[in-house]
Structures are given as C-alpha cells and as structure tokens.
C-alpha cells in the first residue's frame, strides 16, 4: 500500500473512532485526568523546586522525580491484578475521586509549609492514584474500539492526553505568576487539579457498568492470593511474546537515559542558564521545553501509526532510538539554551513513538484477562528504571548540571537498547 493509501486510511480510522461508542468518552475523560496531572505536578515542581522560600539541590530534585515516578512502581504487582478482577468503570470513578482528595491534602501541606518526608508521602499517594487511572484507561482502551485500530486509537488517546497533560502544566505556571511563587500562591495553583480530577469521574459515570471490562477473571477465588501474584502474572505474559519483551527493553534504555538528561536540564535551568532572546531559563524555561516536548509528543501521535504501517514497528522502534542517542549527543551536549529546547522535542518525539509501539503490541497480543497486570508490570520497571537512573545521575552531577560525561552515558544507554531489542526480535523469529 502506498503512503498515500496509507494516510488515506488513516484518517478513515480517526473519522470512525470519534463515531465509536464509548471512545470519546474514555478520551475525555483521560484529557480531565491528564489535565489535572499537568497542574499538580507543576504546581508541586513550581512549590518545591523554584520556591524562593525554600532550597533545593541535585538530591531534592531526585527525589521530586521519586515522588512522580515511584508509586506505581511500589503498588503496580497489586495494581494489575486488580485491574483485571475489578469493573474498571468503578474504577475510574472512585480512583479520580480519591485523587482530588488527595490533590487538596497535598495543596494545603504546601500552603502550611510542610516540607520533606512529609509532603513527598502526600505526593506519592496522588500520583499512586494517578497511575492507577492511567492503567485502567490503557486495559479499557479494547472495550470501546476494534482491535484493527488499536494503533491509531493509541496513537490519539496517549498523544493528546500528553498534549492536555502538558497544556494543564502551562496553566499551572500561568495561575503561579497569577497567584504568586511562595507557599500559599503554589497551595491554590496546586489545588486547581481538583478540577480535573472531579470531572474525570463525573465523565466515566457514564459508563455502562462492565462495559470497560474485564470481560473474564482469570483469578483465583482468594483476592488476597490473586493480587499477590499479579507482578508473577504479568511477567509471564510478557515473556512469551517476544515483541513485548523487546519492546520493554527498548522502553528501559530510553527511559534511563532521558532520566539522566531531564536532572540535567532541571539543574541547567534552575543554576546555569540565564534568558536569551526568546528563550527562558527557570521555570518558564521549563515550560518552554515542556511545549516542545508537548509539540514533540503530538508529532508522534500523527506520524506513528502512519510510520508502523510502511516500515513496520521494529524499523520505527530502532530509529525512534537511534534518533534520541543523535539527539542527546548533538543537541545536547552543547549545553546552551537553544540546542537543550531543540533536543527536548527530538528525544520526547522519539520516546513517544517508542511507547505507542509497545502499548499497540500489549493491546493486540497480550490476553484481556492478564493485559491490566501487564501495564502495571511495564509502568513498574518503566518509573523504576528511571528513578534510579536519576538517582545514580543526582549523586555524582554538579549542582549547575554541566556534565557532558553524564550525557555521553546517556547516549550510551540507547545504543545499549538497540543492540538488546535486536537480539530479542532476532532470537523471537528464529523461535517461531
């Protein structure tokens, strides 16, 4: 089929989607959720890292990314398995619910002046939550489409959830210049993700019950047995297919490197660049580069499915990898303000299209009565791989983040993920 035949198709599939029952409303419910992830972490970043009433350091700043990347990882063996036993409707309802509740404790902490342990735990539970949501939504995505337009379905609800996600991050800075950069400005800008998350539920009500699966429970009888075994489960699952396998490594190598990078940039930011011309160091500089990575993020979501369908997915996942290693090495090892935004978009571009080609493969080949556990078992190692990349990053970086050795490590890490994915495709065909 040609390019154009390709696109051609293309668009038929989006025009079908937005007639599908049941998928824009899992759509807008994600953009409320996503929305309101946006805002929080904005607000938590703008209260916690750019607060002229407190300090910070390379460590602060890893265990910020601790707070936004461990919770899944701590509850995601449970997470699955439940997923996959309770009615994901209900789920995303009560889940979004709890979530506000948490998001307002969080913003009055703030305004209080709570800071360390204590205000991390506040955030590790919103965002425990949120990925929680953020998984059901994934696991329900078969329920509401057909499997021939997984891919572009993928493609829309993950690229323009992260587009809102982003868009909620660039209301929080505006409502923080509004509200003010001390404690009690950062407490209401952070407490406007209430919003999101109230909406979110009151969309998903609309939901038949059991209509977002799962449709069978592969489950033992004892709840407390099946959630023990949910990580086991999902691991299982994943290793016999060797797309998904080689896929995770894929996965792991840019997510570890782009853990490195991001320390990097936030230190940049925040100690070393000054405003030149049009671009912005500090906060704003930040969300310029959340723009890109946003404007990287969309690019995706309309090239991908397009890109699969004429090269394959194991071509596009190895040059989105080689793309990012040029990327981190060209761009961003120069260190100046202009090639560091040029960068974001590139690496966010490619890491996009990296996770829309492995979420398609755990949608169309893994199994609707284990898929939740498998989305639980990929957001753990996924959040874990980067937690320690940044952490080992944040123990030996200077506090103005110029470390062109870290970045030479970090480009590394992805050709170290292209060789891994090869050998497991290659060893995938031969067995077959």
């Not at 198709?9 to 959720?33: D, E």
């Not at 700043?61 to 936004?68: E, H, P, R, W």
């Not at 793309?323 to 961003?332: V, Y």
Request: hydrophobic content about 55%; charged content about 10%.
């Amino acid at each position: 089929m040609t390019a154009s035949a390709q696109s051609g198709a293309a668009k038929v599939q989006l025009r079908s989607l937005a007639t599908m029952p049941g998928f824009p409303r899992l759509l807008l419910s994600r953009f409320a959720a996503q929305w309101s992830d946006g805002v929080f972490r904005a607000g938590l970043a703008g209260a916690v890292l750019f607060n002229p009433e407190r300090g910070t350091d390379p460590l602060t700043i890893a265990a910020g990314f601790a707070v936004l990347l461990l919770p899944y990882s701590l509850i995601g063996p449970f997470a699955g398995a439940l997923l996959d036993r309770w009615d994901r409707r209900r789920v995303l309802i009560v889940a979004n619910l709890l979530r506000g509740l948490a998001v307002a404790g969080t913003a009055s902490a703030v305004g209080f002046g709570v800071a360390g342990p204590g205000l991390f735990v506040l955030a590790l539970i919103v965002e425990g939550i949120s990925r929680f949501i953020g998984s059901g939504m994934s696991a329900s995505l078969p329920h509401v489409v057909p499997v021939n337009t997984l891919v572009t379905a993928n493609a829309v609800s993950t690229t323009l959830g992260s587009v809102v996600s982003v868009l909620g991050g660039g209301c929080a800075i505006g409502l923080r210049a509004l509200l003010g950069t001390g404690n009690t400005g950062s407490a209401w800008t952070t407490s406007i993700a209430v919003v999101g998350a109230v909406v979110a539920a009151a969309i998903a009500v609309g939901f038949a019950r059991g209509r977002l699966g799962p449709e069978a429970i592969d489950e033992p009888a004892d709840p407390l047995i099946a959630v023990a075994r949910g990580f086991a489960d999902g691991a299982r699952a994943a290793m016999r297919v060797p797309m998904v396998t080689a896929g995770f490594v894929a996965l792991f190598a840019h997510r570890a490197s782009y853990g490195i990078s991001l320390l990097l940039t936030v230190l940049l930011m925040r100690f070393s660049f000054t405003d030149l011309g049009p671009f912005r160091a500090g906060l704003p500089g930040l969300g310029q580069m959340a723009f890109m990575a946003g404007a990287g993020i969309l690019l995706a979501g309309f090239c991908t499915p397009r890109l699969v369908a004429v090269l394959g997915r194991r071509r596009v996942t190895l040059a989105a990898l080689l793309s990012a290693a040029a990327a981190q090495a060209g761009l961003g090892l120069p260190m100046v303000l202009p090639t560091v935004l040029i960068a974001s978009f590139v690496i966010t571009f490619a890491g996009q299209v990296l996770k829309l080609c492995v979420d398609s493969s755990i949608q169309a080949e893994i199994g609707d009565q284990t898929r939740g556990r498998v989305f639980a078992l990929y957001d753990t190692l996924f959040n874990i791989t980067q937690v320690a990349a940044v952490a080992a990053a944040a123990a030996v970086t200077p506090l103005s983040g110029r470390s062109p050795l870290l970045l030479l490590v970090a480009t590394a890490i992805y050709l170290i993920g292209c060789a891994g994915y090869l050998v497991i495709v290659r060893r995938g065909v031969q067995a077959s």
